[in-house]
């Protein structure tokens, strides 16, 4: 079975600073696809990065990188130079793409808040 | 625009009703899919449809029905809604291929 976790229930940043949100995954599969979603007060799911289990460079998408680290099983996204509209709930999130669980469903971890301070 | 439209936006429900929370998809995607959001949880996955004219259960499945009526809509069905279905219920769809999900923008439901 699959699962993520992720550790840090509620974080602070100072605007302007770098944050780094921790998740780590379990799966057996080997082909398997990583995500962070963003989801604001509003409420809606916003997608942020995805990382491919195959893919040998780190993700980036602008202030978004993801540090993936296989052997560890971790996949942590780092946020640069926090801004106000980044406090918001991330959820880190895992798809397997290959085989017979290839059905296309995530797997979401439980999220972090992340709060960024003026 | 394009993309995952549900409805209703919020509801509330007496212990006991049914009510069924409809998904579309306007991308010709072929999987659709319904989680819930439960605070300190993150998104489970209820149910989910692979294409159309089939159906799977997921992680949550006790207490709904779904019916993937065509390519385009997936409907949640609560037949006899319950307290502990409170909640917040999210659609999504996939692209072929691609694992981008598109969501709409949810249905928050209380039961009381």
């Known amino acids: 079975a699959q699962k993520i976790t992720q550790t840090q229930p509620g974080m602070f940043v100072q605007e302007k600073e770098a944050v780094t949100l921790d998740c780590t995954y379990d799966?057996?599969?080997?082909?398997?696809?990583l995500f962070w979603y963003k989801q604001p007060s509003s409420g809606e799911m916003i997608f942020l990065i995805y990382?491919?289990?195959?893919?040998?460079q780190n993700a980036t998408e602008g202030r978004y990188s993801l540090n993936f680290q296989k052997a560890r099983k971790s996949a942590n996204l780092v946020i640069s130079a926090s801004q106000l509209g980044d406090s918001a709930m991330y959820f880190c999130?895992?798809?397997?793409?290959?085989?017979?669980?290839?059905?296309?469903?995530?797997?979401f971890g439980q999220g972090t808040t992340l709060q960024v301070k003026p | 625009n394009a993309g995952v439209t549900q409805t209703p936006k919020f509801q509330v429900l007496k212990t006991g009703q049914s009510m069924t929370l409809q998904c579309a998809q306007d991308m010709n995607h072929n999987s659709m899919y319904w989680y819930r959001q439960d605070p300190g949880m993150g998104l489970r996955l209820i149910y989910y449809?692979?294409?159309?004219?089939?159906?799977d259960k997921g992680e949550v499945p006790n207490g709904y029905n779904v019916s993937r009526l065509n390519k385009r809509e997936f409907s949640l069905r609560l037949e006899s809604a319950a307290p502990s279905q409170t909640s917040v219920y999210f659609c999504?769809?996939?692209?072929?291929?691609?694992?981008?999900?598109?969501f709409g923008s949810g249905t928050r439901l209380t039961v009381v």
């Open positions: 999130a895992m798809v397997i793409t290959h085989g017979s669980s290839n059905t296309g469903k995530l797997i």
């Open positions: 449809s692979a294409s159309e004219g089939t159906t």
């Open positions: 999504a769809s996939i692209e072929q291929g691609w694992y981008g999900y598109t």
């Open positions: 799966t057996s599969d080997q082909s398997y696809g």
């Open positions: 990382q491919g289990s195959y893919d040998e």
